[in-house]
């Protein structure tokens, strides 16, 4: 065999040998980057997965936070409510009897705000927990405005069962938002709801 032959043949065969070891490269190299891209967009999703649940936890308890704050006013406001009902027996003016309600409604606006908020961060199982504590305080001004004068019996019986009811619901209340922000994240607390 020809010297010039045999240098073509060890020339093509470098060649090929080249052309696929650069092919083999390419690739290796682009699956390698695929796959770095793959792990790092998994783990920028981690984190903004973490993120947004440390975020939703924190909006959580300010909602929560300014919920309680409205309902504890609306509760120590109810305390000169039902003291003022006697009052309303010894033929106290309807405008000195609404006034005793101004701070009543003014922290139930203050709930209903906080509810709303809570409707946004939820879940759902504290909102409505907030919500039948909200109704427990419409509920005495409903039984307050349809109390006749001579049914102080009654009043009391109503504070009572007020003072039960609002501690049973406040209970509840308390135990869902323990529930929601002890789980390990807030993205796990979102199976609650």
């Known amino acids: 065999m020809d010297q010039g032959l045999a240098a073509l043949i060890a020339g093509v065969a470098a060649l090929v040998g080249a052309i696929v070891s650069g092919w083999y490269t390419g690739r290796s190299a682009r699956v390698g980057a695929e796959k770095a891209a793959a ?27 300014a919920f309680l704050a409205a309902f504890d006013r609306a509760a120590d406001s109810l305390g000169p ?28 606006v203050a709930m209903q705000r906080a509810i709303t908020r809570l409707a946004i961060v939820g879940p759902d199982a504290v909102e409505r927990a907030a919500k039948d504590l909200r109704l427990a305080v419409s509920h005495v001004r409903t039984t307050y405005w349809n109390t006749r ?45």
């Open 39 to 65: 792990a790092v967009l998994e783990q920028v999703s981690k984190q903004a997965a973490a993120e947004h649940g440390h975020w939703l936890r924190q909006q959580r308890q300010e909602a929560y936070t």
């Open 81 to 108: 409510v039902f003291e003022g009902w006697a009052l309303r027996y010894q033929g106290m003016d309807v405008p000195a009897v609404r006034e005793l309600w101004r701070p009543v409604e003014e922290a139930d």
């Open 149 to 193: 004068p001579n049914e102080r019996d009654s009043v009391m019986r109503e504070r009572a069962q007020w003072t039960v009811r609002q501690q049973d619901l406040h209970k509840r209340f308390i135990a869902e938002v323990r529930t929601v922000l002890q789980s390990p994240s807030s993205a796990s607390a979102d199976q609650y709801r």
